[in-house]
């Protein structure tokens, strides 16, 4: 009983801010580095009041649903994708962030400015290596999960990849470009693929080499959903055969291994 009561101290809260800032926001928002899901931070007192923020912050579904024209610019900003309910959020641990918030922004650079996005041509060792990542046959270094587990792309093998995601073929496009997707990718934002990257962050040079392949996947097709579908049915079709045509040669071959010694040691009709 003592530990919960410590657990849950002001002060322990107050110690604990960056850390819950580091584990629960800066997947999509930094302090001074710049939009990425979410809004930079940076002087976000002096935006809003902070029982406007404290209030959006506890519950921002319901605040967005109330039809708050603030509310709904960040949601339309963010590309549709609203702020999920972050765990554990009390008055007191509210309070503790927004303090935490006017602190770092008073910085010349904050501890939460985020990875800076590289700029350099992206070159064919770059895409290889983004295609490698995607399919998972190189390992993400903190040890995410592979895109391929819930996504598709257009020059996927037939079976092709996962179908919880969208196919990211255009994905380049669709996010407007290398600085709007790095940042996506930087701190994914969506109900799934937060707590699979929450604590398994992409660094920057995954980052970019994805980036480079999904920039060469511009204008392509996506991958066709059926014809995948069509590939699976006819390796089961072609996997089945082989499985009943092994049996019968294996069960003939028993067969035989009895009959065999019967016939071979059975009287011939001309000695009886």
Sequence with gaps: MASLILFFSPSLQAQDTPDYFRQNCMNCHTVGGGRLTGPDLKDVTKRKDREWLAKFMANPKSVIDSGDPYAQKILEESRNVPMPTLP????????NLLDLLEAESKLEESQFKGLKISNKPFTDEDRALGRSIFLGTTRLKAG????????SMHDTSALGGGWLGPDLTNIYERLEGRKSLSAWLMAPGTETMLPIFKDHPMDADEINSLAAY??????????????????????????????????????KKRFHSVRRPLVDTAPTRGHE
């Design 144 to 151: 995410g999960t592979a895109c391929i587990s819930c996504h």
């Design 214 to 251: 999904f920039e060469s996947s511009a204008g392509k097709s996506p991958a066709d959903p059926s014809a995948n579908r069509i590939a699976f049915l006819l390796m089961g079709l072609m996997g089945a055969a082989a499985c009943i045509f092994g049996f019968d040669a294996i069960w």
């Design 88 to 95: 554990g959020l009390t008055k007191e641990r509210l309070e």
